[in-house]
């Protein structure tokens, strides 16, 4: 399971995140559109320097080195802008699509990929996807890159994108916005995904 953090800050996040990866959550991504370098450079001091390791940045890219950061996300705009991304072999990196076909012409050097919307989205609402996901997932053909379901997930309906075609999944709205997120996280951990 991967966990993608709320784009504003969250009181007491970076001591729920710690305890997070204490309970054995593995990859957090770090997406916080909007922070200045400044602002991404406090935030990544807030968090433990042995669970750094496991962050993703979406943003600051420049950070990673300083802060022993191995993962890198490539978000849409910029995979599908007007330049060229460079993927350094010295780091993994992930990104983002909207369909199955973006997801199977995607170029090899990506670890993993999200789908989302897969459901109707917990953390952006009314945002969800014109056609359903879940079904386009059968023309699934690119298996290089590792497919991980996000958007709308929560523990009690991870069964509906069980058996899909899905590697793993990602939890943002479903973590963040649950009573207990401590205790969300452990139902979504205890979850055995077929792969």
């Known amino acids: 399971m991967i966990a993608v953090t709320l784009p504003l800050y969250v009181p007491s996040e970076e001591r729920l995140i710690s305890a997070f990866f204490q309970e054995g959550l593995e990859l957090l991504h770090v997406r916080k559109p909007g922070i200045e370098r400044e602002g991404m450079q406090r935030w990544l001091e807030g968090i433990p320097a042995d669970f750094r390791s496991r962050l993703?940045?979406?943003q600051h890219h420049e950070l990673a080195e300083a802060y022993g950061i191995q993962r890198l996300h490539v978000p849409e705009y910029l995979r599908s802008g007007a330049g060229q991304t460079?993927?350094?072999?010295?780091?993994?990196?992930?990104?983002?699509?909207?369909?199955?076909?973006?997801?199977?012409?995607?170029?090899?050097?990506?670890?993993?990929?999200?789908?989302?919307?897969?459901?109707?989205?917990?953390?952006?609402?009314?945002y969800k996807s014109p056609e359903p996901l879940l079904d386009q997932v059968s023309l699934r053909v690119q298996q290089g890159i590792a497919l991980v379901a996000l958007g709308g997930i929560h523990a009690g309906n991870l069964p509906s994108i069980d058996h899909n075609g899905f590697d793993d999944f990602a939890v943002c709205g479903g973590l963040w916005y649950a009573s207990d997120p401590l205790q969300a996280l452990r139902k979504l951990l205890a979850y055995p995904l077929n792969k």
């Open 86 to 126: 460079y993927l350094f072999p010295e780091y993994t990196y992930s990104t983002s699509v909207h369909d199955i076909d973006t997801f199977n012409s995607l170029d090899e050097g990506y670890a993993y990929a999200f789908l989302s919307p897969v459901l109707e989205s917990i953390s952006k609402l009314g």
């Open 56 to 58: 993703v940045l979406h």
